[in-house]
């Protein structure tokens, strides 16, 4: 059967620039697909949200006897993942308030304004390596406190782990695995020691907040300070970038949103909304079953692989009218771009400030910008998904 290949197809490179059709296709045999290999696809949006709020469906790789030491929170289960990532909320303020972050508001468009200088008329540039890629590791650095001329170690590290990240399916991957590895020790280790400078010396960042904290109960073990850091970096990292670069291209591909977005930048947080459900940066996540679990009338037995492929429930039409249009007015937008349930994106109110602003400042120099390669070169990963440049002659 056709359908039994439609991971294969996705995941193959071909796909990257339009999967999309691909989805339509997993949604109209689905809502549960099974696999050549075992998998199961799940690609409609209601069924999704089921599963993303079903405590029964585990992420912990644990779970599926993949052997690794305790895995950072994104892929921790309740009731350690709950303590965990409360922990590591505690810094931004209290629950549900902007707090910290809305502070770095104007830290991020000094950043931007920086990048942006050398973005003159006439000239070429990479929005991926030129702007969206730098900014997201600076603001990270920011807000953890790490010193300006650290920040330079910061790049080098970020880009092992994302070069880890996307290795071509055939290739040798051990030696950017390795760089991986190292990159994730070097900077746990920095950071640890770093944080150990800042206990009893007053400063307004997160590590300060996390060494300092008076209640012991709240504090966080030196090792789950590292991977609590590793993570913020990691998960926040290429997720921002994609989102920048791929807000650019839908926008320079539909002129007509551009010039709306360009007399009504009010609209840029709908914008943003709608670019995360259109061409979001996270396309899938992986769950296992802990028991059998009845979907529609499938049942997917305990211990299946499950990928529960967002960006094509973000494209559901029983969900969205005309979900293959680009609406920055849509209105009741709730996609799944930032997940749903306990997992739901922790970074989300900063990505969302980042995203707006970056998009904001780059927008009076895309009125007469053109794109020089239409698909861009992607890279390899088909779950986190993004152009590896665009370039664009301004
Ligand atoms: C546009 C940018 C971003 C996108 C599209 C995005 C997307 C997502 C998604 C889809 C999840 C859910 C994963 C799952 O259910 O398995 C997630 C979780 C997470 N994200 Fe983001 N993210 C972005 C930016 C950030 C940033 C800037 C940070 C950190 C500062 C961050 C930190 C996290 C963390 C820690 C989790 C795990 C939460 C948990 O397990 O409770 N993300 N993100």
Known sequence: MDSETLLARITDYASRPNPYPLYTELREAGPVVRQADGSCLVGTYYEIAALLHDPRMSADPRT???????????RLDDPEHHRLRTLAMRPFGPPH???????MRGEIDRITKELLEPFEAGRQVDIVD????????????????????DEPLFRAWSDAL???ADVR???????SDKAGDQARIEMGGYLVNLAEQRRGNPSDDMLFAFVNEPDPNLRLTQEELAETA??????GHETTVNLITNGVLTLLRQPEHLDHLRREPDLLPQAVEELLRYEPPVHMRERVPLADIDVADTTIPEGTSVILVLASGSRDPMRFHE???????????????????????????????????ALGALLPHLGTARLVQDPPPYRQNAMLRGPRHLPIQL
């Open 162 to 164: 994302v070069a880890a």
């Open 169 to 175: 399916p055939g290739d040798d991957s051990a030696e």
């Open 230 to 235: 590793v993570l913020l970096l990691i998960a």
């Open 323 to 357: 979900p293959d249009r680009f609406d920055p007015t849509r209105p009741d937008n709730e996609h799944f771009g930032f997940g749903s349930g306990i997992h739901f994106c922790y970074g989300a109110p900063l990505a969302r400030i980042e995203a707006q602003a």
């Open 97 to 103: 308030s902007p707090g910290r972050i809305d502070g």
């Open 64 to 74: 599926r006897g993949e052997v690794t030491h305790k895995p950072p929170f994104l």
């Open 130 to 149: 030129d702007f969206a890629y730098p900014l997201p590791v600076t603001v990270i650095c920011r807000l953890l406190g790490v010193p300006r001329e």
